[in-house]
């Protein structure tokens, strides 16, 4: 044998030792262990896969369960670090270093254990940037990874949330890998094929289904006046001003109830067909009534949302369905979707600095990014025009040929001046800088950088970044809408009042808005039932968003 | 949020502020409060933890007028500190209770929305609700029904529970909860296989206005609009019970049966399919229309105790 096959013969030999524990392709979930123990080698780069929504949480287990003297110093790269699972294989010493994007729910436990040098961290991603890596050099030898069934020769049906199987299965399977996926179900013929069988070389019948999290819904009854007034902001002078048709929002309760004022307060102001047509975005319940009015065009989809299933389902012109109907979301396209193709980027973050660099990492918590630093970033790869992209690159400071201009992505943050327990989100020194410190980390986590962000909204005002001329004007641009922090009294009163003169600040009365018209009665659904009834029974809330 | 409401017909009662709620109650331009917020007679306690307090303590009493009859009301405002029951807060709902053996009007109305006591001031709170149930079976002994209406995001718990069960009668919505210990106290004490508080479908169908009402814990059931808060305060003034022997023998004979007949259930569908409901798993997506017809079907939990 030439030196050229290694590769592939020890990926034959891991699946000659799996075969032993499998029926053909197929394992029992009581095999999970023995199998895992077979097909995995010491210092195996491993992608578990688990994202902000599903997880291969069987598997998961199974490696937890593993003995740390034959499977250990793992490279975990998966993009959520998400179960205790996911954590606990360090303090076993199964698994050594990690490259990840997001942590949500463990942010707290993963920034102890970085603390304590448990985890030998590479770097926290991007989504995107985590993906193109699996191609570059950080290519998983083993992939386990979860879908809704599967038949058995391994191909496999992944259900409404595909998000990064397709992604992680194609690095894998053709770099000489070996991919394990737990399903719900063994049938003998799945609804469509989301991943042929000949990229799946086991298949695990997992003892429950595979977790999902409602990471998406935000109920309407807990959203505030605040953020109405925000939202009505944001929707008369930014979308209305740049005519944005292509866009992506994040997962706050200011974008939602800018969705949920778009068949109400943006219907009144005659907006429709004009913004928020066409979108990448997770299927929110939110969007339910604008969706219902007719506003928009299609969405296509990271993941999917608990309960959504349903609806999608008959809503085939909105969303990217297979042929079986259900919703087919990709994680990887869709980031590029909203990176490349979308004029818009808004969502929130915890703390804002005096440039505008944003970061949701606190010093007790490392949450990780998820998708907002890529989609909150002005894409230099960019080239087709759009009249929002050009209007904004017009506004930003033109230096050389203006025949040579390229435009710019809006990238809005939409936050309360302060946030959960009143802390401040504007603050002089991000956390995140602090916590690179401490943890000597070359590249401290900022989410969006200050050089991206185009427009702060807050209840204030909005702050234009675009139009600012210097870093003391941008300053004093966040200043005049950080309303009572630190920071926003510390501002420089003359100065604020010239820039709103220039529209560089603008205050709800400059908009025409009337802050006491911020009122829950503009909500187009006040309630998760209410979504219900928009969605004519076909939205099935999960039962922690119910009251009835 | 206006305390002025325009159509009482199309505006939510859960949503609605306490004042809001009373606006659109009473006939219009009835209302005359009693201590009101311009007295500032706020809590004496909430400055020594830090915490803000509200002009009327979360507490609105005043007399109005309903269809024309004089009634005494008081409503709770479940948005400061959860409606809970602090000294301030307490006494006016005494007083107004003590105001009614005087002016008997033709019924006394609480609107509930209320966590139960204030942690910052138990042993007031605490006191209060017992002179509360105590000053309402003194008023129900003076022939004045006293109505509870539940359907604020609070709901009725902890000793504000223990005060709806001594009223004549009690109309609820959808939204509306009654029970005294919550979900995450029953959780934290007795486990989450027991009690799972994040199953908010769960926590409807043991505590919500569909099964208070299905279980004869509640007497009427109230779409969540002021209007129809409005016609069900109504309807109960003129059927509220006497306030006699036989009605507590009564009540007492029914929660005696209700325990007999239901001890051993484990979740409310299980009531409610004894009860006769033929598809009980339907119940909590049901309109009220055909709630209603539900109930006429079942039939049975109309009664004359309490």
């Not at chain 1, 025409?512 to 503009?522: H, K, Q, T, V, Y």
């Not at chain 2, 709770?76 to 005494?94: N, S």
Request: hydrophobic share 40%.
């Amino acid at each position: 044998m030439s030196g050229w096959r290694r590769e592939r013969a020890a990926r034959d030999a891991r699946i000659e030792a799996g075969r032993a524990h499998a029926a053909g392709k197929v394992v029992a979930a009581a095999s999970v262990v023995d199998l895992l123990e077979a097909i995995l080698r010491p210092g195996d780069r491993v992608c578990l896969e688990g994202d902000n929504q599903k997880q291969a949480d069987c598997l998961a287990r199974g490696l937890s369960q593993c003995d740390p003297a034959r499977v250990h110093d793992l490279h975990m790269v998966q993009s959520g670090i998400v179960l205790p699972e996911h954590l606990d294989i360090f303090e076993q010493g199964i698994a050594k270093r990690l490259d990840y994007s997001y942590s949500g729910p463990q942010g707290a436990r993963i920034a102890r254990m970085l603390y304590g040098g448990q985890i030998a961290l590479g770097a926290v991603h991007t989504y995107l940037e985590l993906f193109a890596r699996y191609f570059i050099d950080l290519t998983p030898n083993v992939a386990l990874i979860a879908g809704v069934s599967a038949d058995r020769e391994g191909n496999l049906y992944t259900g409404p949330n595909t998000e990064d199987t397709p992604t992680v299965v194609e690095a894998t399977a053709f770099k000489n890998g070996v991919v394990v996926a737990q399903v719900n179900e063994i049938v003998d013929r799945v609804p469509r094929v989301d991943i042929p069988g000949d990229r799946i070389d086991f298949v695990v019948e997992a003892d429950k289904p595979f977790y999902v999290e409602p990471l998406f819904t935000r109920d309407p009854a807990a959203m505030t006046e605040t953020q109405i007034l925000m939202a009505m902001m944001a929707i008369k002078g930014i979308y209305a001003e740049y005519g944005i048709r292509r866009l992506n929002h994040g997962i706050g309760f200011g974008t939602a109830a800018i969705e949920l004022l778009l068949p109400t307060y943006a219907e009144r102001l005659g907006l429709k067909g004009k913004i928020a047509t066409h979108w990448a975005l997770n299927p929110h319940p939110t969007l339910i009534p604008a969706i219902e009015s007719g506003w928009v065009s299609q969405v296509h989809c990271f993941g999917s949302e608990v309960g959504m299933d349903r609806y999608i389902r008959e809503r085939p012109d909105v969303f990217f369905t297979g042929a079986d109907g259900s919703l087919r979301s990709n994680r990887a396209f869709c980031q590029t979707a909203g990176l490349y193709a979308c004029d818009l980027f808004i969502g929130s973050t915890l703390q804002i600095d005096l440039s505008g660099h944003s970061s949701t990492v606190t010093q007790s918590r490392v949450a990780g990014f998820g998708g907002a630093p890529n989609m909150g970033s002005d894409p230099h790869g960019r080239r087709h025009p759009s009249d929002t992209w050009m209007k904004a690159g017009r506004e930003a400071l033109v230096t050389g040929d203006p025949a040579l201009m390229r435009g710019r992505k809006l990238v809005v943050q939409i936050v309360e001046t302060f946030g959960e327990k009143l802390v401040p989100t504007f603050v002089e020194k991000l956390d995140a800088l602090e916590l690179a410190r401490k943890l000597k980390l070359e590249l401290a986590p900022v989410m969006v950088y200050a050089d991206d962000v185009t427009h702060i909204v807050t209840e204030e005002g909005i702050a234009n970044l675009l139009l600012c001329r210097d870093a003391d004007e941008r300053e004093q641009a966040i200043r005049g809408v950080a309303g009572y922090t630190e920071v926003g009294r510390g501002r420089d009163r003359a100065m604020v009042e010239r820039l709103r003169a220039r529209g560089i600040v603008r205050r709800p009365e400059d908009l025409g808005i009337e802050p006491l018209d911020a009122d829950r009665s503009l909500l187009a659904a006040k309630s998760i039932k209410d979504l219900v009834h928009w969605s004519g029974g076909l939205y099935e809330p999960p039962a922690k968003f119910r009251n009835w | 949020m206006s305390d002025r409401i325009t159509d009482p017909a199309t505006t939510s009662w859960y949503e609605a502020s306490a004042r809001a709620r009373l606006d659109g109650l009473l006939d219009p331009g009835s209302f005359r409060e009693f201590i009101g917020p311009e007295q500032r007679r706020m809590s004496p306690h909430l400055p020594l933890f830090d915490l803000p307090r509200a002009f009327d303590d979360g507490m609105i009493v005043g007399a109005g007028r309903l269809d024309g009859q004089a009634v005494l009301v008081a409503a709770q405002e479940g948005r400061f500190m959860g409606g809970a029951f602090g000294e301030v807060h307490g006494a006016k709902l005494v007083g107004l209770l003590r105001a009614a053996l005087d002016q008997k009007p033709a019924a006394l109305l609480i609107l509930f929305d209320t966590g139960g006591v204030r942690l910052q001031e138990a042993n007031a709170g605490e006191t209060a609700i017992a002179e509360v149930m105590r000053a309402i079976t003194q008023v129900r002994a003076a022939g004045v029904p006293v109505i509870g209406l539940i359907g604020g995001r609070a709901g009725a718990y902890g000793g504000g529970g223990l005060i709806a069960g001594t009223c004549s009668r009690l109309a609820v919505s959808e939204g509306g909860r009654i029970s005294v210990s919550g979900p995450e106290v029953i959780e934290t004490n007795k486990g989450a296989e027991e009690f799972d508080s994040r199953d908010r479908a769960l926590v409807w169908r043991t505590m919500g206005g569909k099964h208070r009402r299905l279980t004869g814990g509640a007497d009427a059931f109230a779409d969540d609009t002021v209007a129809a808060f409005r016609t069900a305060a109504l309807r109960l003034i003129d059927t509220a019970p006497a306030f006699d022997l036989a009605t507590l023998e009564a009540e007492q004979a029914r929660l005696e049966e209700r325990i007999a007949r239901f001890g051993d259930c484990r979740d409310g569908t299980e009531i409610w399919a004894r009860l006769g409901a033929n598809d009980p798993a339907a119940i909590p997506a049901m309109t009220t229309a055909e709630f209603d017809a539900l109930l006429a079907q079942i039939g049975e939990t109309t009664h004359d105790a309490r």
